[in-house]
């Protein structure tokens, strides 16, 4: 990086308001709580209850399912009352109630539930908080500011299953005594959604609007937006729950204490490629070009996480599926604002997640349906496959759009 690039770069994160900054942190404390107790749910529910591969991935999928089926409702609903602080408030606060169930929860029924109630939670806060970042950041910056919250959320997606391990081996492998210290930081992340967050004006003052969950309103989001779904769509089945990842690392001799270390890895790398991610977005093309690059590195990390037997190649895959991560999901969230009508923000991002948490689920179930019948490479070969199909279709559908461009010009 030269000395101006990092001047500019300064100079850019500077310039993104600060309630953009709290929200980044707010998803860094919930995050660092809920990957707390989510790193060690996968081998708690395995080791300690004796569930299946299959039951694990059922239950991961609708716990994303029910958030994304949440956000609709709740996007809809910031939308039509021009509010997008109260109901992301509201999630917060219910994920944070929730999480002291998880170490009073003594069988799998109470653990579902628990589950269940803090994805609704993030169902109600999502897509109001990623609107409200929209409504807050600057046209030049919205890609940065899409970019620094999801580098600040994967902080805390790494720092949680960092504290998991640290207290798993101070603790001798005590799962309930870690799952009560998650409880501390969804709190903290509470108290800075209500007095650090400030909601703009124009927001406050831009009054109810026609219920956005009507034909009539849907039919006002442009093609352009329905094109991101469907593409986010095929790419979500390519990269089912992460807990797969752990029990990947599992299959080939790590040890239970130490798995969650594949979510740190992955999620250091994600962090890091976050924030760079969205500000590159911001030149000619940049959403498109960063896309593509990510759908390889899916591919890349599907094919290596299939074939490696050994912790050096793992390693390398669950590297190359942080990347990933990094390079697409704060785009995808910056395309969804960019083509859709401000009026409607709230329910486009809803929809982006019902659709995108629908194909989780179904990857889920089908992870671990493969998983168990024919084992993790199958598991990892077949999201490759959905990857790949994923940037045909991209390809082909930029291609087109192309030479539409082209002959309209002439």
């Known amino acids: 990086m030269t000395a101006n690039t990092a001047k500019l770069d300064i100079k850019t994160l500077r310039a993104i308001p600060r309630s953009i900054w709290a929200l980044g942190f707010v998803s860094l404390f919930m995050d660092i709580s809920s990957e707390m107790i989510h790193a060690l749910l996968p081998v708690y529910f395995i080791t300690v209850l004796g569930t299946s591969m299959l039951t694990v991935g059922i239950i991961e999928g609708v716990a994303e399912a029910t958030a994304a089926i949440t956000k609709v409702f709740s996007g809809a609903l910031s939308d039509w009352v021009g509010k997008r602080k109260i109901l992301a408030i509201a999630g917060y606060g219910l994920a944070a109630f929730t999480k002291p169930i998880f170490p009073l929860a003594s069988t799998v029924g109470w653990f579902i539930g628990a589950r269940f109630v803090d994805r609704v939670g993030k169902g109600i806060r999502g897509a109001p908080r990623d609107a409200l970042i929209a409504d807050l950041a600057p046209l030049h910056l919205r890609g940065a500011s899409f970019g620094l919250r999801q580098s600040l959320d994967t902080v805390g997606a790494f720092a949680g299953p960092l504290l998991a391990i640290g207290l798993m081996l101070l603790t001798s492998d005590n ?73 990947k690392a599992i299959n080939i001799g790590m040890p239970i204490a130490t798995a969650p270390a594949v979510m740190v890895l992955m999620n250091i790398v994600y962090a890091l490629a976050a924030y760079p991610a969205g500000v590159f977005t911001e030149g000619k093309n940049g959403r498109n070009k960063m896309l593509i690059i990510g759908l390889l590195l899916l591919i890349l990390a599907d094919v290596t996480l299939a074939l490696g037997a050994n912790l050096w190649t793992v390693g390398l895959g669950v590297i190359l599926w942080g990347l990933h991560m990094g390079f697409t999901q704060g785009v995808l969230a910056t395309l969804v604002a960019d083509t859709s009508p401000v009026a409607l ?36 070969l077949a999201g490759a496959g959905f990857a790949a199909i994923s940037l045909l279709g991209m390809l082909v559908a ?4 192309s030479q539409g461009s082209n002959s309209t010009q002439q």
């Open 175 to 247: 799962f309930r005594i870690v799952f009560w210290i998650a409880v501390i930081p969804a709190f903290i992340a509470f108290l800075l959604i209500v007095f650090a967050v400030k909601e703009p004006e124009h927001a406050k003052k831009a009054g109810p609007t026609p219920f956005p969950l009507q034909r009539s309103e849907i039919a006002k989001l442009p093609g352009a937006f329905w094109f991101v779904v469907i593409v986010a769509a095929v790419f979500t089945l390519a990269r089912f729950s992460e807990a797969f990842l752990i029990l």
């Open 345 to 380: 923000r709230g329910t486009a991002f809803g929809i982006f997640n019902l659709v995108t948490g629908g194909a989780l689920l179904l990857a889920s179930m089908l992870a671990g349906g493969l998983w168990e019948t024919s084992g993790p490479e199958a598991t990892f």
């Open 398 to 401: 930029l291609k087109r759009t």
